[in-house]
């Protein structure tokens, strides 16, 4: 038989009685409530002690319907949850049963009797005395457990009626924010809304079976067809995103560590994008509009996409294409005709391709360096803001699922991705704070100092071997340029960029071994050494690279356009690149994985290798950078490229690659390659460009510069010449003398972003430091409650 507990205070009108109803999510509320009834139970536990111990066997019996529904009976009368608080009396256990987090929730009848109670007293505002001022018989005594615990069904749906009914009576407003307030299940509160409102349904029909008038039937048809359409704009949003599946089932099957790597690739197509459409705009459009006379008396042969020279030399492609005049000034074209130049008018808004040229070029740089700081400082605040696995894995078991997902392959696909970085999660607290002894720590420091010496070895050797074969090379192309020997100077134009790219494909895999003999416990770890010896080689053969284009322009200038040939020689080294790309995909992926499953008979697959490919993405967009002002339109190749690339390793990753052996979260590694891109490569191009700009020569014979000492000096001269032209442009010449000319000003700008980027950094430790504070807080929140069972345990012991 179930019993129930009668509590009788006499209910007072007061006005301000809302406060002393309190919700089970008012944190504040419920603490200073538990407070008050410890200090009251202390002041009647004298009185109320012949009371308990006369009753203490039978309220533990009846403490399982207290509790929980009849159904858990059985798991309260075992000895283990007895056992699980063997010192605690029947009165403590009475109290910590009857604690909100132990029976919100459990009775769905005692939340609407709860609920109709506080409703109704929204409009009378009544409050309760404290016990010491309530007589004896109208306390809560444990004497009248002998009643019934759980109300009948018969009572639940009266109780029910009676909540409709008083959520009829309030507001709109306030009725709904009480329904969102009840620990009900959605079903339920959408009943009690629908009952409660009188309307049913998603669109607020009226409960009638009346014909509806073709007014209303209209409006409804609009209704709907407007809230479809809402609805198919949402999901269109998502489908507007680039790759936004394939993002999706990649980091189901593969985990976050391979997916950063696409995200990175993701990321280098909007930059080029942004870069090729600023250049298109205002140098290769403007250009084609007006080409230069002299046309272009090459022949195409079909070797010009992978050696980048003869009949591209002199198209738009290349820095000596461009002209040094004003496109759309009539006396550039026919200068010895002064006549037209009298009689044509005068040019309103002449367009100086020189100007044009360099601003264009200035103006993407800068904003690609805005572009890398912000997107490094907000990658930087979201990867390190919380760097706590376990609150990350709870998070992930309990509020990871997307209940908006109904396609079976979404849910597949979703369950993957969960189930993947679950085992990310454990992976990473498994692989934590393993210490060493001092022999093995002293084993492992040599391990690393051999190891660092054979890389940096390696680097050396092959930056030697570079530095000699390009002085060969341009040796013999000297001699080829006088012989006129075609066939002979395209295939010799391709040797040095296919040895660095050679070397570029088999030094990572001998770091691999390296790598291999170092084991590295974590793969984070291993992952960032084999980026920086990548990072090292690659950096210093483009650095020794630069330096002999720059010392051997004297020369080539008297025969050729050196900034043609640049350009040439970084337009080689990204298809060459690409290529190598192709050939690591086929011999790495693929054929390594006919061999594991057909000569091997093994199961397992080749891994994808994420520092590899990754420097391979860095490697050439600096590439695109340091040859964009000597090769306008090389943003398109590295776009097709990286469009081609995406897709490819995709595809190989699918079908050739298996899951990281060991899984591991890359919540720190796109920060790390959004870093690594910004300040080896982006600010290496910059110097390069810069150094062109101030200190080089330009050639006499090509370029819109051909006229000119330096780029840089140039610059005097058309501002002059602007404000010639138009008074009106005064400004102009003021922001050139006092903020170009002026060094001050870059430091400034200099300075600004990198107080900027400390900002980021300052404000990302102080939310760290938060976190942690607010994670201790919550641990002594912890002990403050087990100290409060504590006493009362000593209050009801004695």
């Known amino acids: 038989m179930s019993h129930t507990v009668a509590f009788t205070f006499p209910a007072t009108e007061n006005r301000e009685a809302a406060s002393q109803d309190i919700s089970p999510y008012d944190e504040g509320a419920v603490h200073d409530s538990f407070h008050q009834l410890i200090e009251e139970q202390s002041w009647l536990a004298e009185q109320e002690e012949v009371e308990m111990q006369n009753l203490a066997p039978r309220g533990r019996e009846n403490l399982a319907y207290t509790v929980s529904p009849p159904r858990r009976t059985e798991a309260w009368e075992a000895p283990g949850q007895m056992a699980e608080h063997p010192d605690?009396?029947?009165?403590?256990?009475?109290?910590?049963?009857?604690?909100?987090?132990?029976?919100?929730?459990r009775s769905r009848g005692a939340v609407i009797s709860q609920y109709c109670n506080r409703t109704a007293r929204l409009r009378r505002k009544s409050t309760r005395a404290p016990l010491q001022e309530v007589s004896r018989s109208a306390r809560p005594s444990i004497r009248q457990l002998d009643l019934d615990l759980d109300s009948s069904h018969e009572e639940e749906d009266n109780k029910r009626s009676l909540l409709v009914k008083e959520l009829r009576s309030l507001p709109a407003s306030q009725r709904i924010s009480m329904l969102r307030t009840m620990p009900l299940s959605l079903g339920e509160k959408c009943k009690l809304r629908q009952e409660s409102s009188g309307y049913s349904g998603t669109?607020?029909?009226?409960?009638?079976?009346a014909p509806l008038s073709h007014c209303s039937r209209l409006k409804?048809?609009?209704i709907i067809g407007f809230r479809n359409l809402w609805y198919s704009l949402l999901s269109l949003r998502h489908t507007l995103q680039p790759w936004h599946y394939s993002l999706k089932q990649i980091s189901g099957r593969f985990g976050s560590s391979i997916l950063s790597y696409f995200l990175f690739l993701k990321t280098l197509l909007m930059f080029n994008l942004f870069l090729f459409l600023l250049l298109l705009v205002f140098v290769v459009a403007v250009q084609a509009a007006y080409p230069p006379t002299t046309p272009n008396s090459k022949a195409f042969t079909g070797l010009e996409p992978l050696t980048g020279a003869g009949y591209f030399n002199h198209t738009l492609m290349y820095y000596g294409y461009y002209s040094n005049f004003t496109l759309n000034d009539p006396c550039a074209f026919s200068p010895n005709s002064s006549t037209n130049c009298r009689q044509g008018r005068p040019v309103h808004l002449p367009y100086n391709m020189p100007l044009a040229y360099v601003l264009a070029t200035g103006v993407s740089f800068f904003v690609t360096c805005l572009l890398l700081v912000y997107s490094m400082s907000h990658s930087f605040g979201e990867s390190y803001r919380v760097d706590s696995a376990s609150g990350d894995l709870a998070i992930k078991v309990f509020c990871a699922w997307d209940y908006k997902v109904?396609?079976?392959?979404s849910v597949r696909l979703q369950s993957e991705n969960i189930c993947t970085h679950l085992k990310e999660c454990l992976a990473e607290r498994r692989s934590r704070s393993r210490p060493l002894n001092l022999c093995k720590r002293l084993q492992r420091l040599a391990i690393l100092l051999i190891a660092w010496t054979l890389s940096l070895g390696i680097v050396l050797g092959c930056v030697l071997g570079v530095h000699y074969f390009s002085i060969y090379i341009y040796q013999v192309h000297h001699e080829k340029l006088l012989t006129s020997n075609y066939l002979g100077k395209e295939a010799l134009l391709l040797a040095l960029p296919l040895l660095v790219s050679l070397i570029n494909f088999l030094i990572p895999y001998i770091y691999n071994l390296l790598a291999a003999w170092e084991k590295q416990e974590s793969p984070v770890l291993e992952v960032y050494v084999a980026i920086c010896r990548n990072l090292i080689l690659k950096m210093v053969i483009l650095g020794l690279l630069c330096y002999h284009w720059l010392s051997r322009k004297e020369t080539t200038s008297e025969m050729e356009c050196w900034e043609n040939f640049v350009g040439q020689e970084l337009y080689r080294l990204v298809v060459m690149d690409f290529i190598f790309c192709l050939l690591?995909?086929?011999?790495?992926?693929?054929?390594w994985r006919v061999i594991l499953e057909k000569k091997l008979q093994s199961k397992r697959r080749p891994e994808f290798d994420i520092a590899r490919n990754v420097l391979e993405l860095i490697y050439g967009q600096?590439?695109?950078?340091?040859?964009?002002?000597?090769?306008?339109?090389?943003?398109?190749?590295?776009?097709?490229?990286?469009?081609?690339?995406?897709?490819?390793?995709k595809t190989?990753?699918?079908?050739?690659?298996?899951?990281?052996?060991?899984?591991?979260?890359?919540?720190h590694m796109s920060t790390i390659f959004i870093t690594l891109l910004c300040f080896p490569s982006f600010l290496g191009a910059s110097i390069f460009l810069s150094y062109t700009?101030?200190?080089?020569?330009?050639?006499?014979?090509?370029?819109?510069?051909?006229?000119h000492e330096t780029i840089y000096e140039s610059g005097k001269t058309w501002v002059l010449k602007l404000e010639k032209s138009n008074p009106n442009l005064t400004w102009f010449t003021w922001i050139h003398q006092h903020l170009i000319q002026n060094s001050f000003f870059l430091f400034l700008i200099a300075g600004i972003l990198l107080a900027v980027i400390y900002l980021n950094f300052q404000v990302v430790k102080g939310q760290r430091k938060i976190i942690t504070l607010l994670k201790e807080q919550i641990a002594n929140e912890g002990e403050d409650k087990m100290f409060l069972i504590q006493k009362l345990h000593t209050i009801y012991g004695k």
């Open 88 to 105: 605690f009396s029947s009165a403590t256990l009475r109290i910590l049963a009857s604690m909100p987090s132990r029976t919100i929730g």
């Open 622 to 649: 600096t590439l695109t950078w340091l040859g964009v002002f000597f090769a306008p339109l090389l943003p398109v190749v590295q776009i097709f490229k990286l469009l081609l690339l995406f897709y490819i390793k």
């Open 406 to 409: 109904i396609q079976k392959r």
């Open 652 to 667: 190989s990753l699918m079908r050739n690659c298996q899951s990281p052996s060991k899984p591991w979260r890359a919540s």
């Open 203 to 209: 669109l607020m029909k009226p409960k009638t079976r």
């Open 693 to 707: 700009i101030w200190a080089v020569k330009p050639s006499k014979i090509c370029g819109p510069f051909r006229d």
């Open 220 to 222: 409804y048809h609009i």
């Open 584 to 591: 690591d995909t086929f011999f790495a992926e693929l054929m």
